[in-house]
Every structure is written in C-alpha cells, then in structure tokens.
C-alpha cells in the first residue's frame, strides 16, 4: 500500500500557483520523498525529490515540513499543459541495495483552468 | 522525449494468441521495471531488473514472462490472457547503486493492450 494521503482533487487558475499537499505521517528517516505526475496518455514523469530540505527545479519547489510528516509540492505559475494525475511517493535510499520499489497511490488530479 | 522507447503503442490480442511488448531505454541505466495501470487503478510494479538480473517479481502470473538480454532492452511476453489483463503497460529505468540517494526512474508512454 502506498504510505502517502493526498486529496483526489484540485483546480487551480492558470497563472497562479498549484500547492499539492501530501501526508507521510509514518515516514522513515532514511526515506526520501517524491513527486511524479502523469499527463493523459503519457506515462509518469518524474519532477523533484527531497530528503528534509526544501528544494526547487525548474519545474516545481517541494517544502517538507520540519517533522518530515508532510510536504508541498508548489507549481510557482500553472499553465493548462500542467493539467495532470499528480503523485507523491516515500522511498528508501538505496544502502540496502539493489533497486527500490516506487509504490504509487491515486494521486491528486489537478486541472487547471483558463 | 523521455528516453524510454515503448512498443508498440496499442496491442489487440485475443485470448489464445502470443504477443511481446518490447522497451529500450537510451539513458545507460542499469535498471529496468515493467508496471500495470489499470483503469481506476494505481500503478503496480511487475517486475524489476537490476543489471539484467530479476530482482523483483511481485506475485505476477506466469503468464507474462519477462525478458532482459541487455542493460537497454527490456520484453514482456504475453501468452493467454484473460480480459482483466486489458491495462496500459508501462516500462521505466533507472540508474541504480547500492549506497546512496536512491535515483529517478524515467517512464516511456506505455503499451495500451486490449484483451478480447
């Protein structure tokens, strides 16, 4: 089962900023966090990751809370191509060894609107 | 353009026929995975490859085999499926190593198969 909780759902107006949150009340402290999205007919495209630092791309800023128990995934400008079935996932870092799982929820669809 | 080569793009195939979906991934990563969406449905992992070694087999059926000759290519060979098995089939890879911050796996745009 995926270990994250995130609304089904949310809209936003183009232009302004997308906030998706995300709860990982039972995270590790070896388990980073992760952002992918998933356009319509595309597969999973990977966006940002971070440990307990705040950290930004060039495609979004992703803010953990202190306690690490949840976190924010911020789109500065959305435009309508940001349309999309957002997920945030928990993953190990690789000291066990070999590949780590990605264990996806349902996600966030976010539509942004003209 | 992801890096990630699916094909083909959309399968029809009925109950009794042999099919592959075919991957290859252009990036020089050591890891390969095939996962499941189906509709209404998270994605679910199927397989894992790390340095064309199955790592990962999470309870898949025997009817699907995969298949991974080298670091870039990666196949999932279909034989008598049911129509629940109607998913979009997606492969990934990424660049894996023992120690240290775990790495992204990039995604192609998946097989859209349908079982009549």
């Known amino acids: 089962d995926a270990k994250t909780t995130q609304p089904p759902s949310m809209d936003c107006a183009e232009g302004r900023a997308a906030n998706l949150p995300c709860n990982h009340s039972?995270?590790?402290?070896?388990?980073?966090v992760y952002w992918y999205r998933q356009i319509h007919s595309q597969g999973p495209q990977y966006i940002i990751h971070g440990l307990k630092n705040n950290e930004t791309n060039e495609m979004a800023s992703l803010i953990i809370t202190e306690d690490r128990k949840s976190s924010t995934l911020i789109l500065p400008h959305a435009t309508l191509r940001d349309t999309a079935v957002y997920y945030c996932i928990v993953r190990v870092d690789g000291t066990q060894g070999g590949s780590e799982k990605l264990v996806f929820g349902k996600g966030t669809k976010l539509t942004v609107n003209p | 353009e992801t890096g990630v080569t699916q094909t083909p793009r959309h399968l029809v195939m009925g109950m009794t026929n042999k099919k592959s979906l075919k991957c290859e991934q252009h990036l020089g990563h050591n890891a390969m995975y095939w996962y499941k969406q189906s509709a209404k449905k998270p994605l679910e992992l199927m397989f894992v490859?790390?340095?064309?070694?199955?790592?990962e087999n999470n309870s898949v059926p025997s009817r699907f085999s995969p298949e991974c000759p080298n670091s870039s290519h990666l196949f999932l060979h279909l034989h008598t499926l049911q129509p629940e098995d109607s998913a979009l089939y997606l492969c990934?890879?990424?660049?894996?190593?023992?120690?240290?911050?775990?790495?992204?796996?990039?995604f192609g745009d998946g097989t859209r198969l349908s079982i009549l």
């Open positions: 039972t995270i590790s402290g070896n388990e980073y």
């Open positions: 990934a890879s990424s660049q894996e190593s023992a120690r240290g911050i775990p790495q992204p796996q990039h």
């Open positions: 490859y790390n340095f064309k070694e199955q790592t």
